[in-house]
Protein backbone atom coordinates (compact mmCIF):
# COMPACT_ATOMS: atom_id res chain seq x y z
CA UNK A 1 0.00 0.00 0.00
CA UNK A 2 1.24 3.81 -1.10
CA UNK A 3 1.13 5.94 1.75
CA UNK A 4 -2.57 7.87 0.42
CA UNK A 5 -3.51 3.95 0.68
CA UNK A 6 -2.27 3.36 4.58
CA UNK A 7 -4.25 7.23 5.27
CA UNK A 8 -7.44 6.47 3.97
CA UNK A 9 -7.70 2.78 5.74
CA UNK A 10 -6.67 4.44 9.13
CA UNK A 11 -9.47 6.82 8.55
CA UNK A 12 -11.87 3.59 7.69
CA UNK A 13 -10.59 1.87 11.02
CA UNK A 14 -11.13 5.09 13.27
CA UNK A 15 -15.06 5.47 11.34
CA UNK A 16 -15.55 1.54 12.93
CA UNK A 17 -13.86 2.49 16.06
CA UNK A 18 -16.24 5.14 16.74
CA UNK A 19 -19.56 3.50 15.13
CA UNK A 20 -18.66 0.76 17.75
CA UNK A 21 -18.26 2.20 20.49
CA UNK A 22 -21.21 4.16 20.13
CA UNK A 23 -23.02 0.93 19.55
CA UNK A 24 -21.89 -0.65 22.62
CA UNK A 25 -22.59 2.37 24.47
CA UNK A 26 -19.11 1.80 26.56
CA UNK A 27 -15.82 1.00 25.31
CA UNK A 28 -12.09 3.07 25.06
CA UNK A 29 -12.25 5.67 21.98
CA UNK A 30 -9.32 7.32 23.07
CA UNK A 31 -6.53 5.13 23.08
CA UNK A 32 -7.28 2.92 20.34
CA UNK A 33 -7.71 6.19 18.18
CA UNK A 34 -3.98 7.56 19.11
CA UNK A 35 -2.69 3.58 17.72
CA UNK A 36 -5.03 3.60 14.48
CA UNK A 37 -2.11 4.72 12.29
CA UNK A 38 0.34 1.54 14.13
CA UNK A 39 -2.80 -1.03 13.68
CA UNK A 40 -3.01 -0.03 9.95
CA UNK A 41 0.34 -0.09 9.37
CA UNK A 42 1.26 -3.40 10.99
CA UNK A 43 -1.59 -5.02 9.59
CA UNK A 44 -1.83 -3.76 5.68
CA UNK A 45 2.13 -3.18 5.68
CA UNK A 46 4.27 -4.43 7.98
CA UNK A 47 3.28 -8.05 9.27
CA UNK A 48 3.13 -11.71 7.68
CA UNK A 49 -0.41 -12.48 8.27
CA UNK A 50 -3.35 -14.27 5.63
CA UNK A 51 -7.54 -13.43 6.84
CA UNK A 52 -8.22 -16.82 4.89
CA UNK A 53 -5.64 -18.77 6.97
CA UNK A 54 -5.64 -16.85 10.73
CA UNK A 55 -3.94 -19.44 12.04
CA UNK A 56 -0.81 -19.87 9.68
CA UNK A 57 2.07 -22.10 11.54
CA UNK A 58 4.24 -18.87 10.00
CA UNK A 59 2.08 -15.76 10.67
CA UNK A 60 3.23 -12.43 12.72
CA UNK A 61 1.91 -12.71 16.13
CA UNK A 62 0.45 -9.51 17.23
CA UNK A 63 -0.47 -9.49 21.31
CA UNK A 64 -2.72 -5.68 22.27
CA UNK A 65 -1.26 -5.62 25.57
CA UNK A 66 -3.62 -2.74 26.43
CA UNK A 67 -6.66 -5.11 25.77
CA UNK A 68 -8.86 -1.95 26.62
CA UNK A 69 -8.76 -0.49 23.10
CA UNK A 70 -10.18 -3.41 21.30
CA UNK A 71 -12.58 -1.59 19.13
CA UNK A 72 -8.86 0.09 17.45
CA UNK A 73 -7.60 -4.02 16.85
CA UNK A 74 -11.33 -5.41 16.18
CA UNK A 75 -12.11 -2.76 12.99
CA UNK A 76 -8.48 -3.30 11.72
CA UNK A 77 -8.88 -6.83 11.66
CA UNK A 78 -12.69 -6.39 10.14
CA UNK A 79 -11.51 -3.83 7.74
CA UNK A 80 -8.19 -6.24 6.80
CA UNK A 81 -10.68 -8.85 6.19
CA UNK A 82 -11.02 -11.21 9.17
CA UNK A 83 -14.76 -10.76 9.64
CA UNK A 84 -17.57 -8.73 8.21
CA UNK A 85 -17.09 -4.40 9.29
CA UNK A 86 -20.91 -4.90 10.17
CA UNK A 87 -20.35 -6.97 12.88
CA UNK A 88 -18.33 -3.97 14.74
CA UNK A 89 -21.47 -2.65 15.29
CA UNK A 90 -21.93 -5.98 17.56
CA UNK A 91 -19.53 -4.91 20.24
CA UNK A 92 -20.01 -5.51 23.56
CA UNK A 93 -23.39 -6.98 22.88
CA UNK A 94 -24.87 -9.59 24.81
CA UNK A 95 -23.73 -12.69 22.74
CA UNK A 96 -20.89 -11.20 20.39
CA UNK A 97 -17.85 -12.74 19.65
CA UNK A 98 -16.71 -8.81 19.86
CA UNK A 99 -15.94 -8.50 23.60
CA UNK A 100 -14.84 -5.98 25.34
CA UNK A 101 -11.48 -7.22 25.38
CA UNK A 102 -9.81 -9.58 22.52
CA UNK A 103 -10.44 -13.19 23.01
CA UNK A 104 -8.71 -15.44 20.91
CA UNK A 105 -10.98 -18.34 21.03
CA UNK A 106 -14.10 -16.59 18.96
CA UNK A 107 -12.04 -13.97 17.26
CA UNK A 108 -10.87 -14.54 14.02
CA UNK A 109 -6.86 -13.07 13.33
CA UNK A 110 -6.60 -12.36 17.91
CA UNK A 111 -3.19 -14.16 18.32
CA UNK A 112 -3.40 -13.88 22.17
CA UNK A 113 -6.80 -13.03 24.91
CA UNK A 114 -5.84 -9.65 26.82
CA UNK A 115 -7.41 -7.00 29.02
CA UNK A 116 -5.22 -7.54 32.33
CA UNK A 117 -2.93 -4.41 32.38
CA UNK A 118 0.73 -5.47 31.88
CA UNK A 119 0.54 -9.30 31.14
CA UNK A 120 0.12 -8.76 27.54
CA UNK A 121 4.40 -8.35 26.93
CA UNK A 122 4.66 -11.41 28.82
CA UNK A 123 2.69 -13.56 26.25
CA UNK A 124 4.07 -11.83 23.51
CA UNK A 125 7.48 -12.45 24.90
CA UNK A 126 6.76 -16.12 25.04
CA UNK A 127 6.15 -16.28 21.47
CA UNK A 128 9.17 -14.89 20.30
CA UNK A 129 11.29 -17.22 22.84
CA UNK A 130 9.43 -19.86 21.44
CA UNK A 131 9.89 -19.29 17.86
CA UNK A 132 13.45 -19.14 18.62
CA UNK A 133 13.61 -22.06 20.04
CA UNK A 134 11.42 -24.27 17.20
CA UNK A 135 13.63 -22.15 14.62
CA UNK A 136 10.94 -20.70 13.62
CA UNK A 137 10.61 -17.28 11.37
CA UNK A 138 7.97 -15.52 12.64
CA UNK A 139 8.09 -12.01 14.31
CA UNK A 140 6.14 -10.86 17.66
CA UNK A 141 4.69 -7.61 17.98
CA UNK A 142 2.95 -5.84 20.84
CA UNK A 143 1.31 -3.01 22.16
CA UNK A 144 1.38 -1.43 25.45
CA UNK A 145 0.13 1.81 26.83
CA UNK A 146 2.66 4.23 28.28
CA UNK A 147 0.00 4.60 31.63
CA UNK A 148 0.32 0.68 31.57
CA UNK A 149 3.97 0.46 31.36
CA UNK A 150 3.63 1.46 35.37
CA UNK A 151 2.82 -2.17 35.94
CA UNK A 152 6.14 -4.02 37.21
CA UNK A 153 5.39 -7.24 34.91
CA UNK A 154 6.40 -5.25 31.83
CA UNK A 155 9.88 -4.72 33.17
CA UNK A 156 9.91 -8.73 34.52
CA UNK A 157 9.05 -9.44 31.07
CA UNK A 158 11.54 -6.76 28.93
CA UNK A 159 14.48 -8.17 31.81
CA UNK A 160 14.07 -11.68 30.01
CA UNK A 161 13.57 -10.35 26.73
CA UNK A 162 16.63 -7.99 26.71
CA UNK A 163 18.74 -11.46 28.58
CA UNK A 164 17.41 -13.66 25.93
CA UNK A 165 18.52 -11.20 23.03
CA UNK A 166 14.89 -11.46 21.27
CA UNK A 167 15.49 -9.83 18.30
CA UNK A 168 12.17 -11.03 17.07
CA UNK A 169 10.83 -9.38 19.11
CA UNK A 170 9.39 -5.26 18.99
CA UNK A 171 7.33 -3.76 21.94
CA UNK A 172 5.23 -0.43 20.58
CA UNK A 173 4.56 2.23 23.39
CA UNK A 174 1.60 4.20 22.34
CA UNK A 175 2.83 7.53 24.60
CA UNK A 176 -0.12 9.76 24.11
CA UNK A 177 0.72 11.26 27.44
CA UNK A 178 -2.56 10.24 29.26
CA UNK A 179 -4.35 7.35 31.25
CA UNK A 180 -7.92 7.08 32.78
CA UNK A 181 -6.97 9.13 35.63
CA UNK A 182 -4.93 12.12 34.05
CA UNK A 183 -1.71 12.94 32.29
CA UNK A 184 0.49 9.69 32.76
CA UNK A 185 3.47 11.94 34.59
CA UNK A 186 0.97 13.26 37.34
CA UNK A 187 -0.25 9.98 38.12
CA UNK A 188 2.99 7.85 38.25
CA UNK A 189 5.67 8.74 35.62
CA UNK A 190 7.43 6.71 33.54
CA UNK A 191 9.19 8.94 32.16
CA UNK A 192 12.03 8.73 30.85
CA UNK A 193 10.64 5.34 28.79
CA UNK A 194 13.65 5.41 25.96
CA UNK A 195 16.22 5.34 29.07
CA UNK A 196 14.05 2.38 31.04
CA UNK A 197 13.99 0.21 27.89
CA UNK A 198 17.51 0.70 26.94
CA UNK A 199 18.50 -0.44 30.26
CA UNK A 200 17.22 -3.41 29.66
CA UNK A 201 19.02 -4.15 26.82
CA UNK A 202 16.39 -3.04 24.09
CA UNK A 203 17.05 -1.22 21.11
CA UNK A 204 15.04 1.80 21.17
CA UNK A 205 13.50 4.07 18.71
CA UNK A 206 11.73 7.38 19.43
CA UNK A 207 8.87 7.94 16.85
CA UNK A 208 8.30 12.01 17.15
CA UNK A 209 4.85 11.03 15.55
CA UNK A 210 3.45 8.22 15.93
CA UNK A 211 0.43 8.89 13.25
CA UNK A 212 2.76 9.15 10.73
CA UNK A 213 3.10 6.42 8.18
CA UNK A 214 6.68 7.71 6.88
CA UNK A 215 7.98 7.91 10.31
CA UNK A 216 6.54 4.39 11.85
CA UNK A 217 7.59 2.69 8.13
CA UNK A 218 11.47 4.12 8.83
CA UNK A 219 10.94 2.72 12.83
CA UNK A 220 9.63 -0.76 11.95
CA UNK A 221 12.40 -0.99 8.53
CA UNK A 222 14.81 -0.02 11.53
CA UNK A 223 13.70 -3.29 13.65
CA UNK A 224 14.02 -5.36 10.89
CA UNK A 225 17.74 -5.01 10.83
CA UNK A 226 18.29 -5.05 14.76
CA UNK A 227 20.04 -7.90 15.59
CA UNK A 228 20.66 -9.03 18.86
CA UNK A 229 18.28 -7.30 20.69
CA UNK A 230 14.85 -7.06 20.99
CA UNK A 231 13.10 -3.60 19.94
CA UNK A 232 11.59 -0.77 21.79
CA UNK A 233 9.48 2.15 19.69
CA UNK A 234 8.50 4.84 21.63
CA UNK A 235 5.75 6.86 19.87
CA UNK A 236 4.08 10.00 20.83
CA UNK A 237 0.55 9.81 19.28
CA UNK A 238 -2.63 11.78 19.97
CA UNK A 239 -4.82 10.99 22.20
CA UNK A 240 -8.29 10.67 20.27
CA UNK A 241 -7.25 11.36 17.36
CA UNK A 242 -9.35 12.22 14.44
CA UNK A 243 -12.14 13.21 16.22
CA UNK A 244 -11.96 17.02 17.20
CA UNK A 245 -13.71 17.36 20.55
CA UNK A 246 -11.89 13.53 21.74
CA UNK A 247 -8.16 14.96 20.77
CA UNK A 248 -5.89 15.44 23.90
CA UNK A 249 -8.92 14.89 26.14
CA UNK A 250 -8.41 12.44 28.94
CA UNK A 251 -12.25 12.18 29.72
CA UNK A 252 -12.70 10.31 26.25
CA UNK A 253 -10.07 7.41 27.45
CA UNK A 254 -13.41 4.92 28.19
CA UNK A 255 -16.28 6.85 27.23
CA UNK A 256 -19.16 6.39 24.62
CA UNK A 257 -20.22 9.18 22.53
CA UNK A 258 -23.87 9.98 22.69
CA UNK A 259 -25.79 9.98 19.42
CA UNK A 260 -25.13 13.87 19.01
CA UNK A 261 -21.39 13.74 19.17
CA UNK A 262 -21.35 10.19 17.07
CA UNK A 263 -22.68 12.34 14.26
CA UNK A 264 -19.51 15.47 14.74
CA UNK A 265 -17.25 12.29 15.07
CA UNK A 266 -18.40 10.73 12.15
CA UNK A 267 -19.13 14.20 10.07
CA UNK A 268 -15.03 14.62 11.43
CA UNK A 269 -13.81 11.47 9.45
CA UNK A 270 -16.07 12.49 6.35
CA UNK A 271 -14.31 15.25 5.94
CA UNK A 272 -10.78 14.02 6.21
CA UNK A 273 -11.71 10.83 3.90
CA UNK A 274 -12.88 13.79 1.25
CA UNK A 275 -10.09 15.47 1.64
CA UNK A 276 -7.91 12.31 1.21
CA UNK A 277 -9.73 11.36 -2.08
CA UNK A 278 -9.12 14.38 -3.56
CA UNK A 279 -5.40 14.19 -2.84
Known amino acids: ?14 KGIVTAVHSAKAGHPGGSLSATELFTYLYFEEMNIDPKDPKKPDRDRFVLSKGHTAPGLY ?7 YFPVEDLKTLRHLGSYLQGHPDMKHIPGV ?17 ALSAKLSGDSYRVYTLLGDGEIQEGQVWEASMFAGARK ?6 IVDNNGLQIDGKIEDVCSPYPIDKKFEAFNFHVINV ?3 NDFDQLKAAFDEAKETKGMPTAII ?27 YAIAMADLEKVGEALCQK
Open 208 to 210: ADG
Open 75 to 81: STLANRG
Open 111 to 127: DMSSGSLGQGISAAVGM
Open 1 to 14: MNKLELQKTANEIR
Open 235 to 261: MHTLKGKGVSFMEGQVGWHGKAPNDEE
Open 166 to 171: LDNLVV
